[in-house]
């Protein structure tokens, strides 16, 4: 368990480069890019002696290399600093957006995970079948599917011809968030409160956003699964296991899938980034309050603080997802020591 | 010996079978690939001789007019014609992912190369920085770049360029540093080889095969980025025919039940992207089976 620990300790101190490469790049891009906060908020028609004025004082005018260390000292404590265009601390605006993006990432993993591991394992069972060739066009067209389109397809199919879901929001037009309200996982919190009503309308807001996103990746994890069972399938434990008699499907998908699934869980953790582009496409598509909606609205008023705030916080969130995917692999797989 | 054109035809229909029966369902999947993409190339370079209206016609029928007799995909809500809107779309589309994927390749090829080769500090300081912008999501620097250039197509295929670079020199550097330990590289270099003639004579033609697979899934994956940015309304400016766009703009009359404005344009770029990616799969499965395992 020592390395393991020295493990992590190297892995967090390696997304540090990696964050501030991503800051640099992006600090640099938004300074040397036309337009500016000012501009963007005043509008077209201020006079220029207004405009500089204003920039004068939010410190827009300074040398961009002096800008650039105040930046980084101020996120050496820590501290995103303040929205330049609404009076609001960024760290304030992010954790409002934060929890909505990760539940529904949260549950959108989920269902890539269930359909592509059993999907994938059941191709690989029916190894050259109609099955198999089935689900593997499956893979092929579901990932080629953007997942904005898909997410229109089914608000129209379940949302508009059927009338079962709703297509935009996290709650209902009778449910207010304010009187549940706690972590901002409006799942937990409802259950915390036990207000189940509203329970049942925050699931029902998330199904379609969550399917969308789970659906689209699933097709990678089809594929990942079906070649990691076929040679799974091939050891010499699984023959002993037909051998001995045992039932084949409880072969597949206990004793086979078990093993296939490390490996899959180790390229979960590259997944992440897929991940939170397709949450940010997701959330345009279902008006769905997150991160992905903060930053694309904020990047319109060239919010440079929000904007930069809001690209630290996905570096950090895709850099510790990989992280505890591989903790989670030296746990589960006693062979993997660091 | 000549050949009339129904015998070049059945000639050309004997070698694909036949290449059929030597590689198996993967030279299919190429051959669909390939007929996708060229049914929507004929679209995007010979528009005129498919489409019926002009796809700025904004007298060519009835608003919002369902699919069905003069209309092959409905109108739209300014009277557009949709179909001729597709068939023009494509042009957009195809000129951005494919010139998006070669700036990135050309580009990607050439650091991965010369840090590679070179090695030392440069190297792993090229190698920060690419594995940096590699594990980010492409789509979301993708989305701050074309915010920050603005509207127009140039800008667009650099914002969706830029973020495959790393792609390719991650790619590219792992093979030269292999490439570089090998006997005939030591022997150009016994014999007084300059640096560059290595580079160029001995390692890049041995690099340039696998590029070749990753550059066809790039495109696949660049029509979705393309159509990405369009539809959250980055990139183009409106009097550009964009599959992207028009589906931003179908979004709008969903909920009256407006299904035409969103499934075609919807449709196409999927089946754009579905082509690209078949026939990467294939060329992947038929240039080294070891590749993609099965």
């Known amino acids: 368990m020592r390395n393991l620990t020295r493990y992590i300790i190297t892995r967090v101190l390696l997304t540090i480069p990696m964050v501030f490469i991503l800051l640099s790049i992006v600090f640099v891009v938004l300074r040397v890019m036309p337009g500016d906060p000012v501009s963007a908020m005043l509008g077209g028609h201020a006079p220029e002696s207004v405009i500089e004025q204003k920039k004068e004082e939010m410190g827009l005018n300074r040398s961009m290399a002096v800008q650039y260390f105040d930046y980084l000292w101020q996120i050496c404590r820590l501290d995103l600093g303040e929205s330049m265009v609404f009076k609001q601390r960024v760290t304030k605006a992010i954790g409002e957006k934060l929890p909505a993006t990760i539940e529904l990432t949260a549950f959108g993993i989920l269902i890539t995970l269930f359909l592509g591991v059993f999907m994938g394992a059941y191709a690989a069972d029916k190894r050259r079948m109609v099955q198999d060739y089935v689900i593997r066009l499956y893979g092929i067209v579901v990932y080629c599917i953007p997942v904005y389109w898909m997410g229109l397809m089914l608000q129209l199919i379940f949302g508009i011809w059927l009338d079962v879901l709703p297509i935009a929001g996290r709650t209902g037009p009778r449910v207010f968030a304010s009187t549940f309200e706690k972590t901002g996982f409006y799942v937990l919190d409802t259950i915390l409160v036990k207000d189940f009503s509203a329970f049942g309308d925050v699931v029902i807001h998330l199904i379609l956003p969550a399917f969308t996103l789970g659906l689209v990746l699933s097709g990678i994890f089809v594929r990942l699964t079906r070649a990691n069972m076929l040679d799974v399938l091939r050891s010499d434990y699984i023959v002993a296991a037909e051998a001995r008699g045992i039932r084949h499907r409880k072969i597949v998908y206990r004793h086979a899938l078990k093993n296939a699934f490390i490996p899959i869980l180790t390229m979960m953790g590259l997944q992440i980034a897929l991940l939170m582009a397709g949450a940010v496409l997701t959330e345009t598509t279902f008006s769905w309050p997150g991160m992905g909606r903060l930053l694309l609205e904020r990047i319109y008023l060239r919010d440079y603080p929000t904007i930069q705030g809001v690209i630290i916080m996905i570096a950090l969130i895709v850099a510790m997802a990989s992280l505890i995917v591989d903790i989670i692999y030296a746990i589960v797989d006693p062979r993997v020591r660091y | ?294």
């Open chain 2, 1 to 294: 010996m000549r050949y009339s054109p129904a015998q070049g035809i059945a000639r050309g229909i004997f070698r694909v079978t036949g290449m059929g029966k030597k590689y198996g369902v993967e030279w299919w999947i190429l051959v669909a690939g390939a007929l996708i993409i060229a049914a929507i190339l004929y679209m995007a370079l010979f528009p005129s001789s498919i489409a019926p209206f002009s796809p700025h016609n904004q007298t060519a029928g009835p608003q919002l007019l369902p699919p069905g007799g003069k209309y092959l995909m409905g109108t739209d809500n300014l009277q557009r014609d949709v179909w001729s809107r597709i068939v023009y779309g494509s042009q957009t589309i195809l000129r951005v992912a494919v010139l998006a994927a070669i700036i990135s390749s050309v580009l990607g090829i050439t650091l991965g190369l010369i840090s590679g080769f070179s090695g030392g500090l440069f190297d792993r300081f090229l190698s920060l920085i690419m594995d940096s912008l590699y594990s980010f999501p492409g789509l979301i620097l993708a989305i701050a770049f074309a915010a920050m250039l603005g509207p127009g197509v140039i800008n667009i295929t650099l914002a969706v360029a830029v973020i495959y670079i790393p792609t390719y020199f991650r790619l590219v550097r792992g093979q030269t540093l292999s490439i570089k330990e090998e006997l005939y590289v030591e022997a150009a270099r016994a014999i007084g080889s300059s640096g560059p003639t290595i580079l160029w004579k001995y390692i890049f033609p041995n690099v340039i095969a696998t590029t070749v697979v990753v550059f066809t899934l790039n495109v696949a994956d660049a029509i979705m980025i393309e159509a990405a940015l369009t539809y959250l309304g980055l990139g183009l400016p409106p009097s550009i025919v964009d599959w992207g766009m028009d589906l931003s703009m179908g979004k709008k009359f969903l909920p009256s039940g407006v299904w035409w404005l969103i499934t075609f344009p919807g449709a196409m770029i999927s089946l754009l992207a579905v082509g690209f990616t078949m026939l990467g799969e294939g060329l992947a499965e038929i240039l080294n089976p070891r590749l993609l395992e099965r």
